[in-house]
């Protein structure tokens, strides 16, 4: 009847999930029998190889694996001699930078020797010009103490007065007249300063410019050697995958070969264990390929007539509990 019906839908539903589940582990066990039998095969091929098989069958792949192996071999040789380069282009470097260091150290010490000569001729001027400064005032100050005496001379009503404060003047010009000589050496010591103190100048511009072009040379040898290294990195890269894919094509093409040996086989020793590894491995890629079929064939199977009501069942079984609940719900 349809409880029966619902019985059948459910555990078909149960068992199809189990055979689902049991089909996906055998294909997981196929892949890595599939993986282990490209190994033995691979292991075959290149037993083959150290057994110099030879034949009409075997030529074309013994041919384009010795092709593959020579031209792996020059990628080789090809990534060590970059190798080389980048060795060579380091060592190289290493002397450039050390030459460029030696000469920005040259041009920092003369930058800094130039900046210390000048300071100290800066000092010299600032000290003369103190000095001068000074001096004048000194001699500013006894002029107008002169004038001062003189106009006070020129008001005083009693003769000794006027004499003492003449006197007094003439002592005050005197006083700044004998400053003279001082004030001159001053200023004649600074325009001897002044060709040492604007050659300085010159001398630490161009220090600095030379400093510049130091950083500026240093800079750029840096930059020509990262350069230069990107480029055989870039190289060395490109090497490495050829090898790769040489190294690729070689792989499998030792399995094509192990294949063509396996089915044309030869009878030698060395070849018994790698014949009887792949025997297992395909007697259980079949088994387990036949299997899946079988699980497959059980999962299909089912009828449809007895699935169809059972499917009815539970869904009319499911909407008559849920229109009971929400009828509860209403009473209640």
Same mark, same amino acid.
């Given at each position: 009847?349809?409880?029966? &019906? ?8 149960? !068992? ?5 589940? !049991? ?10 029998? *599939? ?5 033995? +095969? ?16 075997? %030529?074309?792949?013994?041919?384009? /694996?010795?092709? &593959? ?20 282009? @380091? ?22 020797? *130039?900046?210390?000569? +000048? ?26 103490? !002169?004038?001062? #005496? ?35 050496? %001053? ?18 511009? !161009? &220090? ?8 500026? %040379? ?10 230069? +290294? &990107?480029? +055989? ?6 090497? %490495? ?14 399995? *094509?070969?192990?294949?063509?040996? @396996?089915? @044309? ?19 259980? /890629? ?10 497959? #064939? ?7 007539? *007895? ?26």
């Amino acid at each position: 009847g349809l409880i029966s &019906a619902a019985k059948y839908s459910v555990r078909f539903w149960q !068992a199809k999930i189990q055979r689902r589940g !049991a089909i996906k582990t055998l294909g997981g066990d196929i892949k890595q029998d *599939t993986e282990a039998l490209d190994q033995v +095969l691979g292991a075959l091929g290149r037993a083959a190889r150290g057994a110099k098989v030879d034949g009409r069958v075997f %030529s074309a792949e013994n041919h384009a /694996i010795s092709s &593959a192996e020579e031209r792996a071999f020059m990628l080789g040789q090809e990534h060590g001699d970059v190798d080389g380069r980048k060795a060579e282009e @380091n060592s190289k470097f290493l002397d450039v930078e050390k030459e460029r260091n030696q000469k920005l150290d040259e041009a920092q010490r003369a930058v800094d020797e *130039t900046q210390k000569e +000048l300071a100290q001729l800066e000092g010299q001027r600032r000290m003369l010009r103190d000095k001068r400064k000074e001096l004048e005032r000194r001699q500013k100050a006894y002029l107008k103490g !002169a004038e001062d #005496a003189e106009r006070q001379a020129g008001n005083a009503q009693m003769g000794d007065q006027r004499q003492d404060l003449r006197r007094s003047a003439e002592q005050f010009r005197k006083e700044a007249g004998l400053l003279d000589p001082e004030r001159q050496d %001053s200023d004649r010591k600074l325009g001897a300063l002044e060709r040492p103190f604007n050659e300085a100048t010159a001398r630490l511009d !161009a &220090a600095k410019a030379e400093l510049d072009a130091a950083k500026r %040379s240093l800079a750029d040898a840096r930059e020509g050697h990262n350069h230069r +290294l &990107a480029e +055989l990195d870039a190289e060395q890269k490109r090497k %490495s995958r050829e090898i790769g894919l040489a190294e690729g094509e070689i792989a499998r093409r030792l399995v *094509t070969l192990g294949t063509l040996v @396996n089915l @044309n086989r030869i009878e030698d020793p060395q070849f018994h264990e790698l014949y009887h590894r792949i025997d297992r491995l395909r007697g259980a /890629i079949t088994a387990r390929t036949t299997e899946i079929e079988k699980l497959t #064939a059980e999962r299909e199977a089912y009828d449809r007539g *007895t699935m169809v009501r059972g499917y009815a069942t539970i869904g009319g079984a499911f909407v008559a509990f849920i229109a009971l609940i929400v009828i509860l719900r209403a009473i209640l």
